[in-house]
């Protein structure tokens, strides 16, 4: 029986095992159940169909229907994204949106005065105009969506078996066994990499250079006098997001590119950041945010892919049972079914049945050739 190895069980490496499970051995390789440091159990968990690549918008809208499928399951929040845009960045903005909505999606343009009257607590004095999701957009729970993705890849067959790779044996041009910390090597006839933060580290196992890295993101979790019933996640010029989170809000901001080394294994939040720039943006965008109150703050890493911020997702060349699904820079967790279904499909037919990812695979890589995505944060 065809045997595949998958490195991984966060939300990539779950989805992966469970559009593949029942189709020969599919064997999921964790080194630590509990998620602790997981990128997927430590993210935002809100899915978005406003991106400036075409692909990355199919597959939300994939997403956004794996999540409607298990809504309660994974208490799904339908809300909006709201993408601000000054006059230097409107034209963008407004080719972005109908490039998204050729691709499917329903997103709304608001100029500034309906800004002003439909969002009466955001500052929209510097504003051009924004776009508003209409659908397929809003946010749940990792763990829920993790667990209940892991379960239904169980119940189909796959086997989780807590252990860390340390090895990947490539012989004559395909991968034949992985080799773990407890010392076992296991017989593969696929291996995927879906690593998260660490699938760079991992595809060097194999000799393979995969330009993916950790980068670390605060999360600060506050209370404010705003009332965040309907109020959608907000995407800022400056690169600052919020969204309400409960009786509470979610927000936080990237650093700076030379600001942002490799973290190693620092997970402490950068508290730094709420100071400056973090609260000052807030409270600029939204004024009531001026009186904002710390609750908590969290950081876990981005799976951040140095070449263009986008994922890259298929089989090594030169090395076709190996594949590789990891660097999406932020936006993983959403694509996480679009690109278990296509590995899935890869592996047992051979090519992609239903969406084409091919754009985003290794080749690029190698011919150094970005795929930028804009719309990132
Ligand atoms: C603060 C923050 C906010 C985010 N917000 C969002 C968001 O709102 N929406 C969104 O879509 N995405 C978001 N992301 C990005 C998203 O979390 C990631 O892109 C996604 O979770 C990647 O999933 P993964 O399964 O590849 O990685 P992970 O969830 O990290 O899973 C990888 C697994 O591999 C295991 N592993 C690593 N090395 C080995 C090894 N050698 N052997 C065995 N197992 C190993 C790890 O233990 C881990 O469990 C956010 C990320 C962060 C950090």
């Not at 709201?82 to 909505?101: D, F, K, P, S, Y």
């Not at 997702?313 to 594949?323: A, D, S, Y």
Request: some cysteine.
């Amino acid at each position: 029986m065809s045997r595949t190895i998958i490195i991984g069980g966060g939300i990539v490496g779950s989805c992966t095992a469970y559009f593949l499970a029942g189709h020969g051995e599919t064997i999921v390789l964790e080194k630590d159940p509990s998620y602790q440091y997981a990128s997927t159990t430590l993210s935002a968990a809100s899915i978005r169909t406003q991106f400036s690549l075409p692909l990355n918008v199919r597959m939300s809208l994939f997403g956004a229907e794996f999540l409607a499928a298990r809504a309660e399951r994974v208490g799904l929040v339908p809300r909006a994204y709201l993408v601000l845009a000054t006059a230097a960045t409107a034209a963008g903005l407004r080719a972005n949106r109908e490039m998204q909505l050729a691709e499917g999606a329903a997103v709304a343009q608001l100029d500034r005065d309906q800004l002003a009257t439909r969002f009466p607590w955001l500052n929209s004095s510097d504003l051009t105009c924004a776009t508003l999701g209409l659908k397929h957009e809003g946010w749940f729970d990792a763990y829920s969506l993790l667990g209940s993705v892991r379960n239904g890849a169980i119940e189909r067959g796959a086997r989780y078996v807590r252990d860390e790779v340390a090895g990947i044996d490539i012989v004559g041009g395909r991968a034949t066994s992985v080799q773990t910390v407890s010392g076992d090597r296991i017989r593969a006839d696929n291996v995927v990499i879906a690593a998260g933060p660490a699938s760079g580290r991992v595809a060097a196992l194999a000799g393979v250079a995969l330009p993916v890295e950790p980068r670390k993101r605060t999360v600060f979790v506050i209370r404010a006098p705003l009332d965040g019933a309907a109020m959608p996640l907000v995407f800022d010029t400056s690169g600052m997001w919020i969204r309400p989170e409960g009786d509470t809000f979610l927000c936080g901001i990237s650093p700076p590119p030379d600001a942002d080394p490799h973290p190693g294994d620092d997970f402490d939040p950068d508290l730094n950041m709420l100071e400056d720039p973090l609260w000052p943006l807030l409270a600029h965008r939204i004024p009531a945010l001026d009186q904002l109150r710390l609750q908590r703050a969290w950081a876990g890493h981005y799976d951040q892919c140095l070449l263009d911020h986008n994922a890259v997702i298929g089989p090594i060349p030169g090395v076709p049972n190996l594949f590789v699904a990891s660097g999406f820079s932020g936006h993983g967790v959403q694509h996480g079914p679009a690109t278990g279904r296509g590995l899935a499909e890869l592996i047992r037919f051979g090519g992609y049945q239903t969406l084409d990812l091919s754009a985003l695979g290794y080749q690029r890589v190698q011919d150094n050739r970005p795929l930028p995505e804009n719309i990132v944060y």
